[in-house]
């Protein structure tokens, strides 16, 4: 079992933050991400440009969760991203950590390229001290509400866009009207025919994201919902109920819904850590009540927090500096 100094949980700022600060203070340290790198910055507002984050008149959220991922490399923490944790638990002062079977170590939308080998997918890692930067928990994608959808997933329908080198549909259909739906768009058209189907006639996507989407080679079928798929062994094609009654059909090999993603905590609960689904308050030096335990970001509480991208980088910094003077304590 891999042994570290300090293990985070959660890739959003704060986590990320905290990595790098384990790494520069001379700690082995791994950090866990459900999926790609970034928390909320990539999954749900992957293209905002961001106008309060320091030293950056305008930078795109996209980017600073890059360029953490890259600084936390930097200083040698190992990135560990699609490693979703399951559950923790507690062997004497260490934290037994373990990832989810279906956990996958490639395909990352979104992702920095920083991800290394080893993927940690149904095992377990053991940590000294633990930095919980859950954020508002893991992200689940939205699903259509068909009746009979679970079946078609992984037989044409999708719910996160795979690395476009390992698409060989020939007709695609992507759901959805904001940034991560066009910019998906964007991508698969670059190897597929493209259609966007989206419930209203309106996108929500930034102004220069539909500009994109203009120029692009791309049909657009506007106030309609997906309300049938037809496949044999793989989906073949998708059924579209339009506001004004009439229905149309389009032939598709690919369907990637994305209209949005639900983050969750709830599955924490379960982890011997007496965690429960809400935030965790912490004291000024980010630390929880349970030895070694520490927490970083929108989950951790206290009096007078703000939830901001600055504030959770800075309380990813202080949590890990109380992890080591925690580790030197008991050295
Ligand atoms: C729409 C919107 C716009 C915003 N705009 C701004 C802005 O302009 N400026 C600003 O300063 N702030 C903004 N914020 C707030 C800012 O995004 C958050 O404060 C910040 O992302 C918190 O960072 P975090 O690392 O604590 O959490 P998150 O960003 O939520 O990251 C937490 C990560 O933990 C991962 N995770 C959770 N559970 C597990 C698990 N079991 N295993 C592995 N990984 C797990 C999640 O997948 C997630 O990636 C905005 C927020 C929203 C919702």
């Avoid at 279906?102 to 939308?109: C, F, K, L, V």
């Amino acid at each position: 079992m891999a042994s570290y100094d300090l293990a985070v949980i959660g890739g959003g700022p704060a986590g990320l933050a905290a990595a790098m600060y384990g790494g520069m203070r001379g700690l082995s340290t791994a950090i866990f991400e459900a999926e790609a790198f970034g928390g909320q910055l990539i999954n749900l507002y992957p293209t905002k440009p961001v106008t309060n984050f320091p030293a950056y008149a305008t930078i795109d959220s996209r980017d600073i969760a890059l360029r953490l991922a890259d600084q936390a490399e930097c200083f040698g923490a190992g990135l560990f991203e699609w490693q979703p944790i399951e559950h923790v638990s507690r062997d004497g002062d260490d934290f037994v950590i373990r990832a989810a079977d279906d956990s996958r170590s490639s395909g990352r939308p979104g992702g920095n390229g920083a991800s290394k080998g080893d993927p940690s997918a149904g095992r377990e890692v053991r940590a000294r001290a633990l930095i919980l930067a859950l954020g508002l928990g893991r992200f689940t994608p939205r699903r259509l509400g068909l009746a009979d959808e679970a079946r078609f997933e992984g037989k044409g329908l999708t719910y996160r866009l795979p690395p476009i080198d390992e698409v060989h549909a020939q007709h695609v259909v992507v759901v959805g009207g904001g940034d991560s739906a066009l910019d998906t768009a964007l991508s698969l058209r670059t190897v597929a025919d493209v259609t966007i189907v989206h419930r209203r006639e309106a996108f929500s996507a930034y102004a220069f994201s539909q500009q994109r989407l203009a120029e692009a080679d791309i049909k657009l079928v506007t106030n309609g919902e997906i309300v049938g798929l037809v496949a044999h062994d793989h989906l073949e094609r998708v059924i579209i109920a339009r506001t004004d009654g009439s229905t149309v059909e389009c032939p598709a090999d690919l369907l990637m819904v994305s209209i949005g993603q639900v983050p969750e905590l709830s599955g924490i609960k379960g982890w011997e850590l007496g965690l429960d689904d809400s935030r965790l308050p912490v004291t000024s030096a980010m630390a929880a009540s349970t030895k070694g335990l520490f927490a970083a970001g929108d989950y951790a509480d206290y009096p007078g927090k703000v939830k901001m991208i600055a504030t959770a980088v800075a309380e990813g910094s202080t949590a890990a500096s109380s992890a080591e003077r925690y580790l030197l304590s008991m050295s």
